[in-house]
């Protein structure tokens, strides 16, 4: 049964399948319709990947309300950057409330993006192969060449600041981002503004150092089929993010995951909330004093799940090196040597995913 667009399937052959998109798969392993449903092993995660429900009720996620983090009374201000600065430190990890970016338009850029997934193989960009930092890139898993085990995953990345890219199918689609990236971009400098307050230091240093103003930013769709056996596949293998912050919404299904004091802890996201991760460059620029968060994505055998995520970094050229803070916590030796971000972005996004792999490279000590 090898197909373009049904692989073969692990029981029976040793033979390598051929790489597709999963959700071509996970309908011809649907439409098979019997008890041999089996996922190819390229896919076979061997991993627990069982992880601890919340009480939705106390939930210990920290929530972050923005309008009171730009607020003009500047005793809410002041302890909405305290919260920040907490949420960054303890959980690398919160969720955004009163963002400002309307529920239409989150539902309509996942409505859009569903829309790309669903497009016929042909109408879409080349698949395979390309270069890792090309402005649109569609693809599964992460990175085909290098994975030893597939994840459950097709994606869709576009460079999206300072130049914005957007395939021209579907109809909507430009549009849609175009204003999606925008809003959650102001979000960003919102957030940025506050973590460098948090960090001891002028509101607009991170800014400036980092050049925000042409900060490089990442819009990704990951398309998540339902899978026959969801408990040995993983939809997106424990990470961190190369840049500073990425925001995350999904449709109405869960899957994210975040390591919490060695824990897996699923994230059960509020209704119109933004889910927000400290990244590795933001770890680099607070000298090791904000963590980047280590996350993965687990798959179910019910319904198709999207999110997307929004991945906001420095400008491609600059080169980050830790701060050094006015209250010291960023003060002392750097813990990690200066790179350009494209640089850490292309060794990044050219190696397999593997935990904070790609920081550990660049850290010097640990701290
Ligand atoms: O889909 C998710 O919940 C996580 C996606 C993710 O970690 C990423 O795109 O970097
Ligand atoms: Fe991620």
């Keep these: 049964m090898e197909t373009s667009s049904a692989p073969m399937l692990h029981s029976n052959s040793a033979a390598v399948p051929k790489i597709t998109c999963v959700r071509k798969l996970s309908e011809s392993l649907i439409n098979l319709n019997n008890n041999s449903n089996n996922i190819p092993s390229t896919y076979a995660y061997h991993t627990e990947t069982t992880a601890l429900d919340l009480d939705p009720l106390h939930n210990p996620i920290p929530t972050i309300d923005l309008s009171l983090l730009t607020s003009s009374n500047p005793h809410h201000k002041s302890k909405a950057v305290q919260q920040l600065g907490k949420a960054c430190q303890e959980w690398g990890f919160f969720m955004v409330v009163n963002h400002g970016i309307p529920e239409d338009l989150m539902r309509a850029v996942i409505e859009v993006s569903h829309e790309f997934f669903n497009l016929a193989e042909e109408e879409k960009p080349e698949f395979e192969p390309q ?169 179910n055998n019910e319904k198709t799940r999207i999110s997307i995520a929004i991945a906001n970094g420095p400008s491609a050229d600059t080169i980050v090196c830790p701060a050094a803070s006015k209250e010291g916590s960023g003060a002392g030796a750097p813990n990690y040597v200066p790179m350009k971000y494209k640089e850490y972005l292309l060794s990044q996004q050219s190696n397999q995913l593997n935990g904070k792999a790609s920081l550990k490279r660049i850290q010097i000590r640990d701290h």
């Excluded at 175009?178 to 919102?190: D, P, T």
């Excluded at 975040?258 to 590795?280: F, K, R, Y």
Aim: charged fraction near 20%; glycine fraction near 6%.
């Design 131 to 299: 270069n890792v930092l090309d402005p649109i890139r569609y693809g599964t898993s992460f990175n085909t060449a290098k994975d030893k085990v597939f994840c459950w995953r097709d994606f869709l990345k576009l460079f999206v600041h300072p130049q914005f890219h957007c395939p021209d199918k579907p109809h909507a689609f430009r549009e849609v981002l175009l204003e999606y990236c925008e809003r959650s971009r102001q979000v960003v400098r919102k957030l940025l503004k506050g973590i460098s307050q948090s960090l001891g230091l002028e509101e607009c240093e991170m800014d400036k150092a980092l050049e925000l103003d042409s900060g490089l930013q990442i819009f990704v769709a990951n398309l998540y089929p339902v899978c026959p056996n969801p408990e040995i596949a993983m939809g997106i293998a424990p990470h961190s993010d190369h840049g500073l912050l990425t925001l995350l919404i999904q449709n109405e299904v869960g899957g994210l995951q975040i390591q919490h004091d060695g824990e897996w802890i699923n994230v059960n996201a509020p209704p119109n909330s933004i889910l927000v991760n400290t990244a590795d460059h933001l770890e680099i620029y607070s000298n090791g004093k904000y963590k980047s968060v280590v996350h993965r994505a687990v798959v």
